[in-house]
């Protein structure tokens, strides 16, 4: 804009100096008037000429400050966008995070409760063998024992059944909570291969869907 008065000024000058030479031209010698005339109305229109270029490119340097300050609205509005975009990406990532360590814990607790089982399935099978090689001897020396026998018999052949089937519902647990502890591992390491190639994974959370259903079926499995 400056530049626009400084040049629009420079005209106006250049004018007033044309005209106090063409007055003194005159006055020492009158016979020029019209010459003069024509050489002041030909500047003029040179001048007048050079105003309108000078409006028309104001006209142009408006309009390109009109365009650059959309775009740059535009970009900052954009970047705005980026900037939120990546927080949200940071926020889910520590999210995930989060998650993945909850569900490792619950590995590692299925794991312990692995062990348990598998210790109770063997202290059970070594009764059932006890059990077993009690009833046989006992069996051999009440053999001429009838009717005691058959007491004996019957008490020593229902605790047998009874241990059996605790022994049958443990390897029965047992064999669910592997089920379960495959299933929980293999969605663990599902949840850290995503996390890994893609931090921003949205999806990861329905991967707890299947591991709270299995750990309710595997409750109602225990305790029916």
Known sequence: MSNFLYRLRDEVVSLEERKNSLELQVISDPDKLP????NLLNTVNDSERRITELFANRIQITQSITKYRK????????MDGDVTAFF????????????LEVLKKTL?????DQKNESKLLTELTDAVNLLESSFVSQKFHLSNHDEHA???KTKL?????????????AQSNLSKLEALLKNTKALYDEGVSKSKVCPGFLS????????????RQFIVWLYP
Request: hydrophobic content about 45%; aromatic content about 2%.
């Open 108 to 112: 590692a607790d299925l794991t312990e």
């Open 150 to 152: 058959t007491t004996m």
């Open 204 to 215: 990861f959370p329905l991967l707890l869907l299947p591991l709270l259903l299995l750990n």
């Open 71 to 78: 775009v740059t609205c535009m970009l900052d509005e954009d």
């Open 35 to 38: 010459e003069l005339v024509e």
């Open 157 to 169: 052949t229902a605790d047998l059944d009874k241990i059996r089937a605790e022994a049958s519902r």
């Open 88 to 99: 949200n990406a940071i926020e889910k990532t520590a999210d995930l995070q989060s998650e």
